[in-house]
Every structure is written in C-alpha cells, then in structure tokens.
C-alpha cells in the first residue's frame, strides 16, 4: 500500500524545537512535491510549508517564517520540518502530502483547492508548559 508516514511529534514547552519526518512507503519520493499541513481542534486544515521535488522552490505560511525550515534529502527518500521557537498556537496535528510532478512548485503544493496524491495519517504536536 503506498502511503506517506510522518513521524517527531510530541510534546515540547514554548520555545523548543522538534523535527518531523516524512517518508514514503511504497514509492519514491523524488519526483514529488512535499508539503506540510496542519489542523487545530476546530480549526480548517492550513499549509505551513511546502517545498518542490528539488527544493529549489520553497514557501512558509507567515506563521512560520523564520521558526521552521523545510528541507529534502532525496537520497534517503524523506522529507523535514525542523521547528524551532515553538508556540502555544503551533499546537495541530501535522500532515504531509505528496503531489507528483516536477511543474509542482511550493505555491501550487501549499494550495488546498488542489487535490493531493498522498497523505500520512499525521503526527501530534503539542505546544505547552
């Protein structure tokens, strides 16, 4: 079955780090845009960066800016979110998806209205003292 897993959630105090993984089962990871998204409790689900299949084309929500880095390193078929600085309102469960094609750029993968390939089954994170 291909699918994405994610994984490096966890609890972490304001102002701490953590880095998630994404990495696929099944299939590579090469030719795909990445993207990470997340969802708080009764909150719509939002894109926090995206990054395209040769991370030459990269794209943060504003929220992020600064705190999280995206990153690929093709060779071990995986995708990162290294999160530093963290707040309270960093608090979602967070999900990667994939979407083939070397014309997917970050902007494009970040975008919603567009139907994904893959999806992980997604990682908690939560922000607290």
């Known amino acids: 079955q291909l699918q994405l897993v994610e994984s490096g959630g966890g609890l972490v105090q304001p102002g701490g780090s953590l880095r998630l993984s994404c990495a696929p089962s099944?299939?590579?990871?090469?030719?795909?845009?990445i993207g990470w998204f997340r969802q708080a409790p009764g909150k719509e689900r939002e894109g926090v960066s995206c990054?395209?299949?040769?991370?030459?084309?990269?794209k943060y929500a504003d929220s992020v800016k600064g705190r999280f880095t995206i990153s690929r390193d093709n060779a071990k078929n995986t995708v990162y979110l290294q999160m530093d600085s963290l707040k309270p309102e960093d608090t979602a469960v967070y999900y990667c998806?994939?979407?083939?094609?070397?014309?997917?750029?970050?902007?494009?993968?970040?975008?919603?209205?567009?139907?994904?390939?893959?999806w992980g089954q997604g990682t908690q994170v939560t922000v607290s003292s």
């Open positions: 990054i395209n299949n040769n991370g030459e084309s990269i």
């Open positions: 099944g299939f590579t990871l090469k030719y795909y845009a």
């Open positions: 998806a994939a979407d083939w094609g070397p014309h997917i750029s970050a902007q494009m993968m970040c975008d919603l209205s567009r139907a994904q390939d893959y």
